[in-house]
């Protein structure tokens, strides 16, 4: 006797869009999007160092406040990881768009290569401790966030060694709240509105409820 499916059986059974794809396996595909996210990333970066000068100016109150900012510096990696839900990819995207930030030109000099690594790699870690099969809000805030605050640690070893303490740790924590909204927040609505274009029709992430 053939079997027979309850209506709404199947909507029930498929997967959500917070499930990762079956293979972690990497196709031309998610390289190409990865590029293309590095370098749309990228371009903002070298905006944001060409324009640090001018930037800089709106905090001299109170310099630290700076890292309200930094969320947009660690956005390449969350976005990334959101998207194409790859081993690697937030920390390949972060690095491609520190190398479009540097190939342009950027007064941060070849520290932006070091840069890219280290915040992407704080937002790959979080991607990979739930195994890259937990996509959500919450896991991708959690990415811009642990990303900020790596670069905070590096940020103040390399640029802002000679504050006192209590302005490193005021740093750490704009950065940190900047991560959570700008690069967390931030990347899975810019997510979330990407694919209901349909321009990720060929990804896990394009089928979105």
Excluded at 33 to 48: D, E, K, S
Excluded at 98 to 120: D, R, Y
């Amino acid at each position: 006797m053939p079997r027979t499916t309850a209506p709404g059986t199947a909507a029930k059974s498929a997967p959500a869009y917070t499930q990762a794809p079956p293979t972690k396996k990497w196709r031309v595909v998610d390289y190409v999007v990865t590029a293309v996210l590095g370098i749309a990333v990228g371009l903002i970066f070298w905006v944001l160092a060409a324009s640090w000068k001018v930037i800089e100016l709106g905090f001299q109150v109170f310099p630290p406040s700076i890292g309200l900012i930094a969320g947009l510096w660690v956005l390449a990696g969350p976005l990334a990881g959101a998207i194409i839900r790859k081993p690697g990819a937030a920390l390949l995207c972060e690095v491609l768009a520190a190398i479009v930030e540097g190939v342009l030109g950027s007064h941060f000099g070849s520290t932006v290569l070091l840069s890219g690594f280290i915040q992407g790699l704080g937002a790959e870690l979080v991607f990979a401790a739930f195994g890259y099969r937990r996509f959500t809000l919450w896991v991708t805030t959690l990415s811009g966030l642990v990303a900020a605050a790596f670069m905070a640690v590096s940020e103040n070893i390399l640029y802002n060694a000679e504050w006192q303490l209590t302005y490193q740790l005021a740093y750490a924590v704009c950065a940190i709240v900047s991560g959570i909204v700008i690069s967390g927040i931030g990347a899975w609505y810019a997510y979330r509105a990407i694919a209901k274009t349909g321009a990720l029709s060929s990804f896990a992430s394009g089928r979105i409820r």
